[in-house]
């Protein structure tokens, strides 16, 4: 059996480099070998010893889910693994694109993951966008009003977030990477974080 206190969870990826996570280590950097370009966010992966501040990836662990999409030329392509909670971002600016909305429910029900939708930037006008989003709300689909910029309704967001592997879906623009920057300046750095390894931070 595997031991989950060396489990890692990948949550960044940028070439064949990336970020990994644990509770015990926090965020530590690494590289990827050849043979390992199949890895992609969420993914379990054990870690080999830091080496000059990176390290590398020893094991993929199974995972339980694996949300894909279909590419413009017909190929199959994985957004991320092991997603319990799917979280639809949305803004009034740029324009709602609702037919990639319903593509992202679509994709995170068949992969039998929690679902909620966010509405950003809540200091602009977003009343339409709320109305329009009130058929989801029926349907079942938490609508949650924040503004990561202006630290709006932080806490709504943080507790849709707690105790879930959670992964932010959404067009360009509306916010996603703020979010996230603005929900890690809430969390405890580990001492691995306190020494300098790479934490994002809010600009």
């Given at each position: ?6 489990i890692s969870i990948v949550t960044e990826l940028y070439g064949n480099r990336g970020l990994c996570w644990n ?84 994709i995170a029900e068949l992969n039998a993951c929690k679902i909620n939708i966010v509405i950003n930037k809540c ?81």
């Open positions: 059996m595997t031991d989950t206190n060396n509770a015990i280590d926090g965020f530590q950097s690494f590289i990827l070998i050849q043979k390992q370009t199949d890895i992609v966010i969420g993914d379990r992966v054990i870690c080999n010893e830091l080496v000059s501040d990176e390290c590398t990836i020893e094991k993929i662990v199974a995972q339980d889910n694996s949300l894909k999409k279909m590419s413009a030329n017909g190929r199959v392509q994985n957004i991320a693994n092991n997603v319990t909670n799917a979280i639809m971002v949305l803004s009034s600016q740029p324009k709602p694109n609702f037919y990639l909305l319903d593509k992202l429910i679509l200091d602009l006008d977003h009343a339409s966008l709320k109305d329009s989003l009130n058929y989801y709300e029926l349907l079942g689909y938490p609508v949650t009003i924040v503004s990561a910029k202006n630290d709006i309704n932080k806490d709504d967001l943080l507790s849709i977030l707690k105790g879930e592997s959670s992964l932010l879906m959404g067009q360009s623009g509306v916010g996603k990477s703020t979010l996230i920057n603005c929900c890690l300046l809430y969390t405890s750095p580990s001492p691995r974080d306190q020494r300098g390894s790479r934490m994002p931070s809010c600009a």
